[in-house]
């Protein structure tokens, strides 16, 4: 007979534009159960997504705390911009919302940032670059998070973003040869600006690069969203 799993158990969601993802971690972060995905609304409001978020957790086992990684800007866990889903977003108390939910305590964080939280080394200076509906990113240097870096709206090339260039739509557009070729620039350029010692590349797209990748970079599994819930409430366990 196996061990009972340790607690407590924590509730880690992953809204992206496309996808909502969640599952239940024990103590140590491992998944309890198999991850289970709806698709986003749309339109993406907050009573539309909640509503799905609910649903999710319903068909989970019993969790005692959740986390929540959401694709935006959050303040004190409010909501200051939310670009991939809707502008009915703004100012929502995200954590309140979620509380009455699920009438467990909650902790939200940027989705990037969270998916940052369960690859990096905590050594140097770190950048999380999560290429999916949008393109999110996290800065992290010695472990320690840099707050509300949104690099996928600043100017690429010929004053289009990142995000207009290599976001979803785009690749979906320009095909997946095109949107490779796009991606090794911008690869190039990031690690100039930021000299990182490790460049990760996540996000549901990131199964979609092909080809060498500089020694410094990457590719992480679009599980890290949901894993690193368990690092918005303990800290990371020793490497040893």
């Known amino acids: 007979m196996a061990p009972p ?8 969601v992953d809204i992206g534009g496309t996808g909502i993802k969640a599952s239940v971690l024990d103590r140590r972060g491992r998944p309890v159960t198999e991850r289970r995905r709806v698709r986003t609304p749309r339109p993406a409001r907050p009573a539309a997504v909640l509503r799905a978020i609910g649903e999710l957790a319903a068909e989970l086992p019993r969790y005692d705390r959740v986390s929540v990684g959401f694709p935006g800007v959050l303040e004190d866990g409010r909501v200051r911009a939310a670009a991939n889903l809707d502008p009915a977003w703004i100012g929502v108390d995200l954590i309140r919302r ?11 964080a940027n989705d990037a ?16 670059i999560t290429l ?8 992290f240097v010695d472990g320690r998070l ?16 990142y995000e207009e260039l290599l976001g979803d739509a785009a690749r979906k557009r320009i ?22 010692r490790r460049l990760y590349l996540g996000g549901g797209n990131a199964r979609r690069i092909r080809g060498q990748l500089p020694g410094r970079v990457r590719v992480v599994s679009n599980e890290a969203g949901i894993l690193g819930g368990i690092r918005l409430w303990d800290p990371p366990l020793s490497r040893g």
């Open 146 to 161: 840099v707050p509300n870096l949104e690099l996928g709206h600043h100017p690429f090339r010929a004053g289009r973003t």
């Open 98 to 108: 979620l509380e009455r939910l699920t009438q467990r305590p909650v902790r939200v």
């Open 175 to 196: 095909g997946k040869a095109m949107w490779n070729k796009r991606l090794r620039p911008a690869v190039e350029t990031l690690l100039k600006t930021f000299s990182c």
């Open 113 to 128: 940032d969270v998916q940052g939280m369960a690859v990096i080394e905590g050594r140097g200076v770190e950048l999380v």
């Open 132 to 139: 999916g509906t949008g393109m999110g990113s996290a800065l």
């Open 5 to 12: 799993r340790p607690r407590p158990f924590t509730l880690s």
